[in-house]
Structures are given as structure tokens and as C-alpha cells.
């Protein structure tokens, strides 16, 4: 009863598995997995013949006292329902998805839960993983998802209201970030003879130079910003342009994913009560 079950082998769950796998937080012989195609599995026990695959759901909740649930939203309700006969209130599930709240999963499960957003940045080490606890939680479990998603990058502990704001910051935010500057990209290409190829290459690696600038050189945005635009030079124009345009921009940007998750969770909600 004391081993680690992993519902779950897709993009996050494969990519969340291996990387506590290779940080070694959680040893491949306290591990449980299941999934539904266990073909994708094959990989995954020939290079760890430790870690036990279950056969089924509730054959891996017999085993488990945490539980993470790397299903697709939709299917959250469905694993839950069918491992109810093998967990209790001192289990710990753990869920990734966004739009599901802690109080709607609460309706199906009394026990200890945990949901985290994970990034896609954590593939290279990277970003935040956002995550918040139901009042059961306690102490040391707290500890537990610290330590496994510390193997991912950084994790920060946030209030559930926030948490849509901070996943289009953390989870949504690499696709923001690489929109942006694709677009930045293109604009260069179409004002010059630079091919998109090269302008993208240029950006990136500028983005990536002042992103060590600002981490590892210790610098804030602002600092970067007055150290590159000098006072009536030609990049203070482009400054005053991006000051004026984008408060807009992210103000309907942040409008339209709450408006989003607002219908996700109306649309889950209905799903969850019947
Ligand atoms: N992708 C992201 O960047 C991201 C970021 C943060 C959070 N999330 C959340 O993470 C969750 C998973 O996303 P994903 O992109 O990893 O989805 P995914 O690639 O579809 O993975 C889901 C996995 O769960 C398996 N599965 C489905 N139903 C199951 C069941 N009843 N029992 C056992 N296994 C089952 C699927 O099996 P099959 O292989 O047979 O389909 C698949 O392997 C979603 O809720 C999503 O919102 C995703």
C-alpha cells in the first residue's frame, strides 16, 4: 500500500515520469503505472524493468496512497469513479488539468487533492509548475509534490482564484512567448530582405541571451530596458510604441482566457453532476 501510482502515459504524464525518473526522486521500484494504450508503455519497461505497469486503475489504487492522474481532463471523473473502491480519505490524488476545479473533483472524492499545472518548459528543466491543495493536505504531503515537481523546475504555491492568471503565465506562456516573437519575426522579414529563417534565428538567440541577462546577469526588466534605450535614441521610439499598444492587447488577452475558462468549467460542471 505504500507505492506511487501513475494514471496515465501522454504527452505531460510520459514527460512528467521520466523526468522523476532520471532526478531519481522516486525510485522505479516504489512506482505503479497505468494507461490505457500499455503499448505506449513498451519503452518505459525495458529501460526501468522495476517499475510495476498495472493492469488496470483499480488494480494500481489497491496499491497506492498517492495517486497522480495524468488522464485528459474529461477522463479525470471517469478514473476516479471506477478506483473509488480501493482508495479512502487518506488517499492523495494529484490531477494536472486546468479546467477542473479542487471543488468539483471534491464532489466525487472526500480526500486529500492536489492540482498542479505543469509547462511544457519543464521538458528542458524549466518554468513553473502552479500548485494548490485542498484543506486535507498536509504538511508532509505538501512536501512530497514539492520535491517530485522540483524535478521539473520551479514550483509555486498559489491561492485557486489565481490560478488562471498564472497559468496563462506559466502554462500558456510558452506559446505566447513563441506567437509573439514569431510575429516580431515576420515583421522584420516583410520590412527588409532578411528571410523569416533569419530573423527567427536572430530573435531567438536575442531572446535567449536576454533571458541570461536578466537570470543569470541579475538584471530586472527595467534595467535591461534603460541599459539598451538610451534617452532619444531609436530604440526609446520602439518602446513608446510597445508602452502604448500592448496594455490592450494583454488586457483582451487576459479576457478571453477567462472567458474560456469560465465555459470550460460550465461545461465540466454540467459533465461532472450528470
Ligand atoms: N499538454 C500540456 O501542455 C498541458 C499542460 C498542463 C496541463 N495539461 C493537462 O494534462 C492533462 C493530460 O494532457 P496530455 O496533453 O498529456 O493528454 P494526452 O497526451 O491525451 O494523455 C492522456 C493519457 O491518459 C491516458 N488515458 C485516458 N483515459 C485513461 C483511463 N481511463 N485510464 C488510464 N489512462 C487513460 C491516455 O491513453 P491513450 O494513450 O490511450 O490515449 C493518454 O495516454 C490534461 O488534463 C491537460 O489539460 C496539459
Excluded at 117 to 128: A, C, D, F, H, R
Excluded at 162 to 178: G, M, N, Q, Y
Excluded at 185 to 200: C, G, I, M, P
Amino acid at each position: 500500500m505504500d507505492k506511487i501510482g501513475f494514471v496515465g502515459y501522454g504527452s505531460m504524464g510520459s514527460m512528467i515520469i521520466n523526468k522523476i525518473l532520471s532526478s531519481n526522486i522516486i525510485a522505479p521500484e516504489d512506482m505503479v503505472v497505468s494507461t490505457r494504450s500499455p503499448n505506449k508503455l513498451s519503452k518505459l519497461e525495458k529501460e526501468y524493468p522495476e517499475i510495476e505497469i498495472a493492469l488496470d486503475n483499480l488494480s494500481l489504487a489497491e496499491k497506492c496512497q498517492r495517486i497522480f492522474l495524468f488522464v485528459g481532463t474529461g477522463e479525470v471523473g471517469g478514473v476516479i469513479e471506477e478506483i473509488k473502491p480501493k482508495i479512502s480519505e487518506d488517499t492523495h490524488i494529484i490531477y494536472i488539468s486546468a479546467g477542473l476545479t479542487i471543488e468539483i473533483v471534491e464532489s466525487k472524492f472526500k480526500g486529500k487533492i492536489t492540482k498542479v499545472i505543469p509547462s511544457l518548459t519543464s521538458k528542458v528543466g524549466e518554468g513553473v509548475s502552479l500548485v494548490c491543495h485542498n484543506k486535507k493536505v498536509t504538511i508532509g504531503d505538501v512536501d512530497f509534490v514539492w520535491a517530485v515537481f522540483r524535478s521539473l523546475g520551479s514550483v509555486k504555491t498559489i491561492e485557486e482564484e489565481d490560478l488562471e492568471v498564472a497559468t496563462d503565465l506559466t502554462s500558456c506562456a510558452p506559446a505566447f512567448i513563441a506567437q509573439i516573437f514569431k510575429e516580431f519575426s515576420s515583421a522584420a522579414s516583410n520590412k527588409s530582405n532578411l528571410s523569416q529563417e533569419d530573423a527567427e534565428e536572430m530573435v531567438i538567440k536575442t531572446l535567449y541571451g536576454t533571458v541570461k541577462l536578466i537570470c543569470e546577469g541579475n538584471m530586472g526588466f527595467d534595467e535591461v530596458v534603460s541599459r539598451v534605450a538610451t534617452k532619444g535614441g531609436i530604440t526609446e521610439e520602439g518602446i513608446k510604441v510597445i508602452q502604448n499598444r500592448t496594455p490592450a492587447l494583454f488586457d483582451e488577452l487576459f479576457k478571453v482566457t477567462s472567458q474560456k475558462n469560465k465555459n470550460c468549467k460550465q461545461i465540466l460542471n454540467k459533465e461532472w453532476l450528470n
